[in-house]
């Protein structure tokens, strides 16, 4: 046990642990702020998994109750099963990797350009909104022949299905005040 400890101490002094790491790839601001938030509620992913827990409900009204509660209790465990889905549709598809290389190519390079001099297009200097759109325009074909409206929408549905059935069939977490709540004769 001492050693783990002294393991991970040797790993965070070199900057390997995930507190540490997490802050170095997303830089602050409000999606930084946000995603410390889920980290700090999200729920052991041992109970969220576990199989002794899922049955199937016995009636509507129960299969309701479920779902509004599983999904606020594990609400930033699902976040993260979300998250996951999109790496896995963009880590399987080549050709959207290849899209989101252009379109980031190309922001980054404009990045670059004005940081240098202000961008000049037609005698007329072009805002950051409109370079970033002009980014999205170029990519535009890219996208389109990677499939990337296909890959969002089974982004969605694959999400809205794993979400779904678990807090549908998992059964839920006992909240303080249950005891008191009585069942309608």
């Known amino acids: 046990m001492a050693a783990e400890r002294d393991q991970q101490k040797d790993a965070e002094a070199e ?16 999606g930084r702020e946000w995603l410390e938030r889920r980290r ?6 041992g109970s969220f998994v576990d199989q002794r827990r899922f049955s199937r409900p016995r009636n509507l009204g129960e299969l309701c109750q479920r779902l509004v509660r599983n999904v606020e209790y594990y609400q930033s465990n699902y976040v993260f099963v979300f998250l996951g889905l999109i790496v896995y549709c963009v880590v399987t598809s080549p050709m959207l990797l290849v899209a ?3 379109f980031f190519g190309a922001c980054y390079i404009l990045y670059l ?15 950051p909104a409109h370079q970033y759109a002009l980014a ?5 074909p890219f996208f389109w022949l990677a499939g990337a409206g296909s890959a969002v929408f089974w982004v969605l549905g694959a999400t809205l299905v794993v979400i779904g059935s678990h ?3 998992h059964l839920t977490e006992a909240v303080d005040g249950e005891e008191l709540q009585m069942e309608p004769v």
């Open 15 to 30: 900057g390997l642990s995930a507190a540490t790491l997490l802050p170095k790839l997303i830089p602050s601001g409000v």
């Open 40 to 45: 700090a509620t999200i729920r052991p992913w």
């Open 100 to 102: 989101l290389a252009v």
């Open 113 to 127: 350009r004005t940081l240098q001099s202000k961008f000049v297009l037609f005698g007329r200097e072009v805002s």
């Open 136 to 140: 999205g325009a170029v990519s535009f």
């Open 167 to 169: 807090a549908a069939f």
